[in-house]
């Protein structure tokens, strides 16, 4: 019962915060039109540099994912942005996304390299690849978080993700799997780390715009929840969270 309460009352606090800060920064919701053409461009030139195609790219999508990190960043802190933080943001946290990115990548290519026949093997008519991946999704799932929340390394970021999912797996997961079916409700898509940087929610049409507009306001929204929800979660412990409010309870 305890349990259930802290994840109400926890959720409650982070919902009375997430809804103001959401819609007094409704600039956000732009962000993605700006990487949508930045990505546009980035593939029509990519070709231009052969065999170094592959860093520009990773390079621009860390630049990208910087930048709204940032912004979440700054509307969690400070409660609003600026132009001057959009400009600022593509750089601050490129270095840091570029090396976890590059270390993916190898542990990706090394999977597929040496273990590709096991990776194929069925358990319980799931591939062993894909079961890894979903392994990975859940363990590293606050690892958006822990990029602009943490000053950590790359090898750092991910231990620490392993640990706070294992010490917060059920207080995080409920609520982030709410949103998650809310937002595939709304938009029809799953939320994956590419709907961060030039996504594919917009259509070409009014209704499409629209739609896109509503779809990246509440994915404003999902990320700053879930921002604020990890500050809650990782400054403090179920104990400590229920103690603090029974003392200021009048």
Same mark, same amino acid.
């Given at each position: 019962m305890n349990i259930l309460q802290d994840i109400l009352e926890t959720n409650k606090d982070v919902l009375k915060k997430s809804i103001p800060l959401t819609l007094n920064n409704w600039p956000i919701l732009f962000t993605g039109l700006v990487y949508s053409v930045i990505i546009?461009?980035?593939f029509r030139i990519a070709f231009l540099f052969w065999i170094l195609a592959g860093i520009l790219v990773t390079l621009v999508q860390s630049a990208?994912?910087?930048?709204?990190? +940032?912004?979440? *960043?700054? @509307?969690?802190?400070?409660?609003?942005?600026?132009?001057?933080?959009?400009?600022?943001?593509?750089?601050?946290?490129i270095w840091k996304i570029y090396g976890i990115m590059v270390v993916i990548w190898f542990v990706n290519y090394g999977l597929s390299l040496f273990l590709s026949p096991l990776l194929r093997m069925q358990v319980a008519f799931v591939s062993l690849g894909s079961l890894i991946q979903l392994a990975a999704f859940v363990l590293l799932n606050c690892l958006p978080e822990v990029i602009y929340q943490k000053h950590?390394?790359?090898?750092?970021?991910?231990? +620490?993700?392993? *640990?706070? @999912?294992?010490?917060?797996?059920l207080d995080?997961?409920?609520p982030n799997i709410l949103l998650g079916i809310l937002f595939?409700?709304?938009t029809g898509r799953a939320l994956t780390a590419n709907l961060l940087i030039g996504n594919s929610l917009i259509r070409p049409s009014i209704n499409g715009i629209i739609f896109y507009l509503v779809g990246q306001l509440f994915l404003?929204?999902?990320?700053?929840y879930r921002g604020l929800l990890f500050q809650a979660?990782?400054?403090?412990?179920?104990?400590?969270r229920m103690y603090m409010r029974n003392m200021y309870r009048p």
């Open positions: 546009l461009f980035l990208l994912i910087s930048n709204y990190l +940032y912004l979440i *960043e700054n @509307i969690i802190r400070y409660g609003k942005i600026s132009i001057e933080d959009f400009k600022r943001g593509f750089t601050v946290y950590f390394m790359a090898g750092e970021s991910f231990s +620490y993700c392993v *640990e706070f @999912i294992k010490e917060n797996w995080w997961f409920v595939f409700a709304l404003s929204f999902i990320m700053i979660l990782s400054g403090s412990t179920r104990r400590k």
